[in-house]
């Protein structure tokens, strides 16, 4: 059983998003997606002031299984990354919600963050699959 | 349906995550692979490899089977459990299986072939059996499970756990076994680390495991054994070579032996007619990155391939092995087409870590 907050939205590619109190958007990856993964050993984070699109792929997440690509929840600019996950790649495993951020979003449409996942749509979708 | 080990329900009883390997059920870890990987470097971890086959050779046309069936020459083997390591070839010189053999007797022998080929190689020898008229009869141990305990402290918590087995085996020299009792221990492993690799009747499995467990040594899966394997530079089959390859192309002419001109063996003059055109190195990624199989590689002297790639938990980065263009060496600089970018990465031999050491 994966662990899935509440407060947060989420993606069907399993990223989940917290918007901060200033606006901003932290994003990274489920619990359910790290154990799907198993071991993180590697991550391509984007530069700090790229622009993307609602589902552009951004960033890449390697494990010992695999590389997986990450996309972005919505439209925005990149404006920091978590550079710890450099020398610790495996806190994704340990703390996906926290330590495990993988960079903030200064969104460009706030309604875009409505198309996300409310927790329980999130759930579902993972026993879906 | 996926086949079960006699450990299977141990596995699943433990959390392994289990995944189908070769038509078998098998843990893939138990939690984390790289944790498994340094309790094999470090001190003692154990894998469930009954998916692999044993197999008894016996009669007085067994010795000159064996010549007439592998590359490696059998012959060369005198002391009683004395084991080598060698690959069974087709006509056209190509790599039906990797194995190992073990000399009992001149009328006696143990064979080790791997799970996915297991029934390929059986199909082959009886075939080979019946067509030379050889005195020997080839009989399948699937009564048998295969447990390989590995690491620095392997032999050590093999003998505390099971009583009475130090003195049948403390004297082995590495690629040798013994018998004790039901068990056949074998100073043997595909980690670069010593240990054994221990046979035993099916019944006996659990109880094995489990006393293994209580004498520290940590269950281990098979993401932690490609790890380990490609760190010490190990051919993986399916990976590494195939039916469509020579040993020459594929690192492994050190295992063909051609020394005695009067033995045959199928696939020797395909062999004798080709001689090697590609090299097997290896590769440390120097850029961030992950090499993983069939990424293109450029080299000044040729395009080439990696054929297995891991990030390698105990250098803590990315290496690989490498079908190469011949010319390339050690020390060389070459791209590798990592998801459309070319990474650089610098060539080494193909052993990367031997006993918890690093090699590069």
Not at chain 1, 7 to 20: A, G
Not at chain 2, 187 to 193: A, M, S, V
Request: with cysteine; glycine share 8%; proline share 4%.
């Amino acid at each position: 059983m994966s662990n899935t907050p509440a407060e947060l939205r989420y993606t069907e590619s399993h990223e989940w998003v917290r918007t901060e109190a200033d606006g901003t958007l932290t994003v990274g990856i489920t619990d359910h997606a790290q154990q799907a993964l198993d071991d993180v050993v590697f991550l391509e984070l984007p530069e700090a002031g790229r622009v993307v699109d609602a589902k552009e792929s951004i960033a890449v997440i390697e494990s010992v299984k695999a590389a997986s690509d990450i996309y972005s929840p919505v439209g925005g600019e990149v404006i920091e990354i978590n550079r710890q996950l450099e020398d610790d790649p495996e806190t994704v495993n340990s703390d996906p919600y926290n330590d495990g951020w993988f960079f903030k979003l200064q969104p460009s449409d706030p309604a875009e963050l409505d198309a996300l996942l409310s927790a329980g749509d999130y759930q579902q979708l993972c026993e879906e699959e | 349906m996926p086949q079960h080990t006699p450990l299977h329900a141990t596995h699943v009883a433990a959390g392994a995550r289990m995944v189908d390997f070769a038509g078998w059920d098998m843990p893939v870890n138990y939690g984390s692979q790289i944790e498994e990987h340094h309790a094999v470097r470090r001190d003692a971890g154990m894998f469930d490899v009954s998916h692999m086959l044993a197999l008894d050779l016996a009669g007085a046309g067994s010795k000159s089977f064996l010549r007439g069936l592998i590359a490696n020459d059998v012959a060369k083997l005198v002391e009683p459990g004395k084991a080598l390591y060698a690959c069974m070839l087709n006509p056209d010189g190509g790599v039906i299986d990797d194995l190992i053999v073990y000399y009992l007797s001149d009328t006696a022998w143990r064979i080790v072939v791997n799970a996915g080929t297991a029934d390929k190689d059986v199909a082959w020898m009886q075939g080979r059996l019946a067509e030379g008229g050889f005195d020997a009869t080839l009989t399948v141990r699937r009564d048998l499970a295969m447990i390989a305990v590995q690491g620095p402290n392997a032999r050590s918590k093999t003998w505390a756990a099971l009583p009475g087995s130090e003195a049948a085996s403390a004297a082995l020299k590495p690629f040798q076994a013994a018998t004790w009792g039901d068990f056949f221990i074998a100073r043997t492993g595909y980690t670069g680390e010593d240990g054994f690799e221990l046979t035993l009747p099916v019944d006996q499995a659990a109880a094995t495991w489990s006393a293994l467990a209580a004498a520290g040594v940590k269950p281990c899966g098979l993401g932690a054994r490609d790890t380990l394997r490609l760190e010490a530079g190990m051919a993986l089959y399916g990976n590494d070579m195939d039916e469509s390859i020579s040993p020459l192309d594929a690192g492994l002419a050190w295992t063909v032996d051609f020394s005695d001109t009067a033995r045959d063996f199928v696939g020797k003059a395909a062999l004798l007619a080709k001689p090697a055109s590609r090299q097997v190195l290896g590769l440390v990624l120097e850029d961030k990155g992950v090499l993983r199989a069939h990424q293109a590689v450029f080299t000044a002297q040729g395009e080439g391939e990696t054929t297995s790639g891991t990030f390698s938990p105990t250098l803590e980065k990315a290496i690989a092995m490498a079908r190469l263009p011949l010319g390339v060496a050690p020390g060389d600089s070459v791209e590798v087409d990592i998801r459309g970018k070319r990474l650089k990465a610098r060539v080494v031999k193909a052993s990367f870590v031997r006993k918890g050491q690093a090699l590069i």
